[in-house]
């Protein structure tokens, strides 16, 4: 069993180690890993703010939901990533929908739809327009427009 090069913990995939790491070689438990990006993070302010402000306008524009070829929803944000992940989280915890107005119509019409994936369409600064291009472009059925 492989163990972590930092603090010699025995490393379990999914439990304690990242199995994409492997790729790399990089035998780290994921508390250590933890470790080092904050200490990197509190040594270097300025270069985790210059980061964080480049990650953030890369990441905006137009995003569709789609179940394999069929759209199902276009839509845009500031934040693509953050977007991705709450309709991810949105389809897959019904749970969640019982207990708030938010988009709940539009999940459960999803619900008949298998193997939805989040898309990035497009990336760019002028994501409002161009929602309203790919809504035209691809026609999805629980956009309202």
């Known amino acids: 069993m492989k163990q972590c090069n930092k603090c010699k913990e025995d ?26 990006s904050r200490k990197w ?21 137009v995003y569709g939901i789609f179940s394999g070829k069929i759209c199902l ?22 749970h969640l929908r019982k207990h708030s107005n938010h988009h709940n ?3 459960e019409k999803m619900d008949a739809y298998d193997n ?8 760019t600064d002028n994501h409002v327009e161009r929602e309203y291009y790919w809504k035209n472009k691809l026609n999805p059925l629980f956009n309202i427009l």
Request: hydrophobic fraction near 25%; charged fraction near 30%.
């Open 11 to 36: 490393l379990i995939a999914g439990t304690n180690f990242n199995a994409n790491n492997l790729k790399y070689s990089k035998y780290i438990c994921r508390s250590c890993e933890y470790k080092k």
């Open 41 to 61: 993070e509190l040594d270097n302010p300025i270069r985790r703010k210059e980061l964080y402000k480049h990650w953030r306008t890369k990441h905006k524009g």
């Open 73 to 94: 929803y276009v839509g845009e944000s500031n934040q693509l990533n953050g977007r991705e992940g709450s309709h991810l989280t949105w389809m897959k915890n019904e």
């Open 105 to 107: 119509k539009l999940y």
């Open 116 to 123: 939805k994936k989040v898309r990035v369409l497009e990336y």
